[in-house]
């Protein structure tokens, strides 16, 4: 994983000239593409590890079919209904942010709605959550 300035990414420069009202809303991020973070942010632990859970996930993909996994993620269902694909692979990192960092479900419920453009339900993540808690504490005694 290699983190680099936001304003080196040509892509991303090239969506905020096209798109100058997403320039403020992508700069409050991290974003990784391919295996490179870029941000303008003190880069926190979390959000590398957050990073490699998606890198690693689309990993898993054949190499042939991995440009789909950025179509899926960020077209589909355009959002406009919810985006079944961007919360599965949201609440994989989110989850691990939960269990490891402590971050509260419903901040990370927060998150997925406001600036994940309404992934899923909102009461539906929290019970997913909930429930990946609740096994996780009793796996580990908790
Ligand atoms: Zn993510």
């Known amino acids: 994983m ?3 300035s936001q304003n ?3 892509l991303l420069n090239f969506i905020k000239s096209i798109f100058p ?3 403020k809303w992508i700069e409050r991020f991290s974003i990784c ?5 870029y ?3 003190p ?3 979390n959000t590398v590890e957050h990073e490699q859970i998606h890198v690693d996930r689309r990993a898993k993909w054949p190499k042939w079919l991995r440009w789909m996994w950025y179509v899926l993620y ?3 269902p355009v ?3 919810f985006a079944y694909f961007r919360w599965v692979e949201e609440r994989a990192a989110y989850l691990y942010e939960i269990k490891y960092y402590g971050r509260s479900i419903p901040s990370v419920v927060d998150t997925l709605w406001h600036n994940y453009c309404w992934t899923w339900p909102r009461p539906w993540m929290t019970r997913w959550f909930e429930k990946q808690m609740k096994e996780f504490n009793e796996a580990n005694g908790i």
């Open 2 to 4: 290699i983190v680099k």
């Open 8 to 10: 080196k990414s040509k």
């Open 21 to 23: 009202c997403l320039k």
């Open 33 to 37: 593409i391919g295996e490179i973070i």
């Open 39 to 41: 941000t303008n942010l």
């Open 43 to 45: 880069i926190a632990m």
């Open 74 to 76: 960020f077209t589909f």
């Open 79 to 81: 959002p406009i209904l």
